[in-house]
């Protein structure tokens, strides 16, 4: 049976129906408008070919002393700035729903991969496109080799207090610097700023009663966990409202819900914003996922060589794994990022487990159609480039059994350099046009795979 991306986008999108329709609905509407857009949207579908070999690709040049946690979904709009807890505003890979263990050339290659069609999407020239793939893989590789033995302390820093020359991110962080809460409220809130409601405007909704009585549990166990100074913050917290949120693209349909609390110690005395989101086992680590994907794929799972250690390591999913997910990705995010999101949190119920964090008026993400020059997508390449091998080293470091990545394969010699260099914009071309390729199949059944899901696609 041949490989069938459409098949196995409902098989893995089921899980999801008789939750929100329009969350479906607008998952089905992304993936159709372009290939990266499809990308990004399909993780599970990279991960399974990615575990299946459909790319062959040489052993990777990288450390390889067994599998590393990995960011897993990295792409370029998964970069962006937030406000730290150290109180800083920082530019750094933002979203960690899909880590797992595997090899470090899984995040390197799905990236390169991602910048290939995110510079098709808006217009660039292949030429300059396959430049900065291969000044995203040099800069990586530099990256990793001069501070695999460093402290992570003394990392650069892409903050307000160090801004990046990449002109697109110096934009981002600038203004986010500039940002007022006032300013966010006015735009989400029923009423302005001085609202005690969530708009209900496409970007919120109201939640069924069940799911709301849910979030209002998980975020009395959120609480019940905090410790530190924003556990005193919110000590006194009252609940204005609660709904749900449209945001995203690959996690369109997971349980996303927004708390609008008023805090007695805010900082301006204005309401803060909680996002309470589900936390599912990786792609990777899906079995249920990957079972529904190999009977799209027409074939058994392929035994994992090297490259692939640590993928499908879950073996199934069960309740103890849903339970403990968010504390796994909590504890990973925390790890690879200089500093993280202030109310970076969890909570857990018997159907799951969900990470808690703030929406602040300072979070923005990089989106590709901001880069108004060929140049520009080049310097974020290379950026991006090295805030993930800074991220990699920071995690691995901080994981006493992963501690001798610094001891493993050497990454001297240009030989080394060069070969792996050729296998990132090799499979990011290769694979870029599998995308290209399912994306049109897509397309054209958008409708089908709407009405499989039980969804009504003139809505």
Known sequence: MPRNPVAA???????????????????????????????????????QDYAERLIAAPPTPLPADGALAIVGDIHGENYGTYKAADGTLRYDINDFDETTA???????????????????????????????????????????????????????EISDRHPPEAAVAKTLLANAVAAKRKEVLDQILKGGADGGSFARNGKFFDLKPADNERARRLLAEYFARLTGPKAKELASAKTLDVAGRVAGCGSLGRYRFVVLLAVADAADKRPIVLEIKESLPSACDDRSATHEAKAAHGKSAAKPDAGHAGLGRAGGVDRATLRARAAEVCAVERAMQPASNAYLGYAVDDGGSFQVRELGPHDARLEWKDVQHEHEFGD??????????????????????????????????????????????????????????????????????SLALGLDAGK
């Open 9 to 47: 986008i409902i098989g893995y999108n089921r899980r999801f129906v008789g939750r929100y329709d329009v969350l479906l609905q607008r998952k089905v509407e992304n993936l159709a408008r372009s290939p990266f857009k499809f990308f990004r949207g399909t993780f599970h579908l990279f991960a």
């Open 102 to 156: 595997a090899q470090l050339n899984f995040d390197c290659r799905r990236a390169a991969t991602g910048l290939v069609l995110a510079g098709r999407d808006i217009s660039l020239a292949e030429p300059k496109i396959l430049a900065a793939v291969q000044g995203f893989a040099e800069s990586y590789w530099d990256q990793l080799r001069a501070n695999l033995k460093q402290d992570p302390d003394k990392f650069e």
């Open 380 to 449: 974020i390449a290379a950026l991006h480039a090295r805030i993930l091998a800074n991220a990699h080293i920071r995690c691995a470091a901080s994981d006493p059994a992963r501690r001798k990545l610094a001891d493993a394969t050497p990454l001297d010699g240009k030989d080394r350099r060069s070969s792996f260099v050729t296998d990132l914009m090799q499979f990011a071309q290769a694979y870029a046009g599998i995308v290209a390729s399912d994306h049109a199949m897509f397309r054209e059944k958008a409708t089908e795979v």
